[in-house]
């Protein structure tokens, strides 16, 4: 098993450019996640899937939207960056929410110009 | 709402020295907390975790954690460092009813020879 996989591990963008970060895993989980870690600032949530289908917002969702395409992947789409949105993001699943163990990706970091 | 405070940013310990690392929680219902552990460059990985029952939890790597009710606490501790617990660590807390987890800022453990 891979795991949470996440696509790409790095990745610069130029001030209103977009992108789509990339998250799988073949754990078969049925809640996903999507945080940023900043400095000094832990992990945010930006948003979670706690299923198929479902989507919601989490502590700092503006500027993001996240798609839920199949049971395996939650993908992130930042519209038009900003230099704010320069972090580590990093994608997590869980069998079921909020009690179990969440599983993380590696993380790709973003820096906007 | 839940919330997660750990008061110690960096601490820094001499290899077979003992460890405690602090966080404080609130919650509006039954706590469910986490300790990670996030090694330079990678993602998190979960060290232990408390639900209910003993409120002494062992976790991987010799860590341990007590849950205090009556003080909000769970401390992460482990008798003697090695220099590869060199990490960050993260306390989180989620609770039954609320779909989210959230996660204190970290504490930076240094290990001196």
């Known amino acids: 098993n891979a795991g949470v996989t996440q696509t790409p591990k790095f990745q610069v963008l130029k001030t209103g450019q977009s992108m789509t970060l990339q998250c799988a895993q073949d754990m078969n989980h049925n809640s996903m996640y999507w945080y940023r870690q900043d400095p000094g600032m832990g992990l945010r949530l930006i948003y979670y899937s706690a299923s198929e289908g479902t989507t919601d917002k989490g502590e700092v969702p503006n500027g993001y939207n996240v798609s839920r395409l199949n049971k395996r992947e939650f993908s992130l789409r930042l519209e038009s960056a900003a230099p704010s949105q320069t972090s580590v993001y990093f994608c997590a699943s869980s069998v079921d929410m909020p009690q179990e163990t969440q599983y993380f990706g590696p993380g790709t970091r973003l820096l906007v110009l | 709402a839940q919330s997660v405070t750990q008061p110690d940013i960096h601490i820094t310990v001499s290899e077979g020295a003992s460890l405690e690392l602090r966080c404080n929680y609130s919650y509006g219902a039954t706590p469910y907390l986490f300790w990670y552990v996030q090694s330079p460059g990678q993602g998190l990985q979960l060290l232990l975790k408390?639900?209910?029952?003993?409120?002494l939890v062992q976790g991987i790597k010799g860590f341990e954690a007590e849950f205090k009710r009556s003080q909000s606490s769970f401390n992460l501790r482990k008798p003697s460092v090695h220099w590869s617990d060199a990490a960050e660590y993260f306390c989180?807390?989620?609770?039954?009813?609320?779909?989210?987890?959230?996660f204190g800022t970290g504490t930076k453990l240094q290990v001196i020879p």
């Open positions: 408390y639900f209910s029952g003993d409120t």
């Open positions: 989180a807390v989620g609770s039954r009813g609320y779909q989210k987890v959230t």
